[in-house]
T-cell receptor
Framework: DVKVTQSSRYLVKRTGEKVFLECVQDMDHENMFWYRQDPGLGLRLIYFSYDVKMKEKGDIPEGYSVSREKKERFSLILESASTNQTSMYLC???????????FGPGTRLTVL | DAKTTQPPSMDCAEGRAANLPCNHSTISGNEYVYWYRQIHSQGPQYIIH???NNETNEMASLIITEDRKSSTLILPHATLRDTAVYYCIVRLFYNQGGKLIFGQGTELSVKP
């Protein structure tokens, strides 16, 4: 089975902290994605990557950066966390742009 | 990607068929219809996708109207574990990195 894992299920950080969210997939997928999910707003794409060291901005990249040094790992970085970044963060991967995306369990981040 | 419209919520009796509608009146000829679902506190899960022919897999059936302006996801024998938010997504088969645009979805409650 495809497995997408995320480093934490729950995370609490303080305003101004640097936050790293890690995502690992074990199926050699080329494409990886970071979404955030908020009540009433649904899932929104933050960044995606279609190859190692490649990244593309999604719909809401402001305040975030990403890193993909290895094919299996895609990290989301909040350089200076703010309270409006409190959200559920979901990572996904796919073997091609047309194939189904496999999602991780999500990380619920609270910024105080 | 075309916009979709779904009812915000639906109920279904356990063991009965659940029919979830989706309107996508602005769909273009090379856009596919995808369905995902999200069970509470989990990441979204792919269900099925199609272009213009009806599709069936072990989870569900997808019925697309001849003019492709609407579709219906059918869960033939709903169980309590099918309680989830169901998302209908219309997207190009080969689109920008494979990103998905999620709407608000339909919250399906399967009741005993």
């Amino acid at each position: 089975d495809v497995k997408v894992t995320q480093s934490s299920r729950y995370l609490v950080k303080r305003t101004g902290e640097k936050v790293f969210l890690e995502c690992v997939q074990d199926m050699d997928h080329e494409n990886m994605f970071w979404y955030r999910q908020d009540p009433g707003l649904g899932l929104r794409l933050i960044y995606f990557s279609y190859d190692v060291k490649m990244k593309e901005k999604g719909d809401i990249p402001e305040g975030y950066s990403v890193s993909r040094e290895k094919k299996e790992r895609f990290s989301l970085i909040l350089e200076s966390a703010s309270t409006n970044q409190t959200s559920m963060y979901l990572c996904a991967s796919t073997t091609g742009s047309y194939n189904e995306q496999f999602f991780g369990p999500g990380t619920r981040l609270t910024v105080l | 990607d075309a916009k979709t419209t779904q009812p915000p919520s639906m109920d279904c009796a356990e063991g009965r068929a659940a029919n979830l509608p989706c309107n996508h009146s602005t769909i273009s000829g090379n856009e596919y219809v995808y369905w995902y679902r999200q069970i509470h506190s989990q990441g979204p899960q792919y269900i099925i996708h199609g272009l213009k022919n009806n599709e069936t897999n072990e989870m569900a059936s997808l019925i697309i109207t001849e003019d492709r302006k609407s579709s219906t996801l059918i869960l033939p024998h709903a169980t309590l574990r099918d309680t989830a938010v169901y998302y209908c997504i219309v997207r190009l088969f080969y689109n920008q990195g494979g990103k998905l645009i999620f709407g608000q979805g339909t919250e399906l409650s399967v009741k005993p």
